[in-house]
């Protein structure tokens, strides 16, 4: 079975320039999320996805940040424009569905480091 | 809302010494815990989870932990380290009906030597 599928893995740009992740979930995964890890820290929880709808962004800084799942399979994570403190890993995962303590399986991340 | 508290940013271990994780959690609601390990430039990767029942709790890699709620916790122990087993280990919490999202700890950095 293939995992979580990312890209780029690594990505470096100036700050209020622009940048793009993608993400292709495991097969039937009906749940992704993202998560953002800065270094030192535990991943925090920016977007989660049902098929193609959202079930929460409340931690998305949505000034900045945009996400979509169009077709309820790949997502893609933009930042717009980029700062300093996005610096960081954008994990993607998913899981079968969002009930009660189903296990998502983490893709290896995207490392941002913005100049 | 639910929080995971690593105790020891750092930790290391002789090779074949016991190895034991600190994680501690505060929620309002009985809790489902879980430890990731995350190896240089992957993705993390499920070691073992709490539900409900049996509160000592097998996983992968030997590695066990057991959930105790007098004590809040839920540490990560494995009974001789492998220099295998030199990664970064996450502690997490999530909740029923909580949309199976999870907060994560700020990880302990397990270093293991000869």
């Known amino acids: 079975e293939a995992g979580v599928a990312q890209s780029p893995r690594y990505k470096i740009i100036e700050k209020r320039q622009s940048v793009a992740f993608w993400c292709n979930p495991i097969s039937g995964h009906a749940t992704l999320y993202w998560y953002q890890q800065i270094l030192g820290q535990g991943p925090k929880l920016l977007i989660q996805f049902q098929n193609n709808g959202v079930v929460d962004d409340s931690q998305l800084p949505k000034d900045r940040f945009s996400a979509e799942r169009l077709k309820g399979v790949d997502s893609t994570l933009k930042i717009q424009p980029a700062k300093l403190e996005d610096s960081a890993v954008y994990l993607c995962?998913?899981?079968?569905?969002?009930?009660?303590?189903?296990?998502?399986?983490f893709g290896p991340g995207t490392r941002l480091t913005v100049l | 809302a639910q929080s995971v508290t690593q105790l020891g940013s750092h930790v290391s271990v002789s090779e074949g010494a016991l190895v034991l994780l600190r994680c501690n959690y505060s929620s309002s609601v009985p809790p489902y815990l879980f430890w990731y390990v995350q190896y240089p430039n992957q993705g993390l990767q499920l070691l073992l989870k709490?539900?409900?029942?049996?509160?000592l709790v097998k996983g992968i890699n030997g590695f066990e932990a057991e959930f105790k709620k007098s004590e809040t916790s839920f540490h990560l122990t494995k009974p001789s380290a492998h220099m295998s087993d030199a990664a970064e280990y996450f502690c997490?919490?999530?909740?029923?009906?909580?949309?199976?999202?999870?907060?994560f700890g700020t990880g302990t950095q397990l270093k293991v030597e000869l």
């Open positions: 709490y539900t409900t029942g049996a509160t």
């Open positions: 995962a998913s899981s079968l569905t969002l009930t009660n303590y189903n296990e998502q399986f």
């Open positions: 997490a919490v999530s909740v029923a009906g909580g949309g199976n999202k999870l907060t």
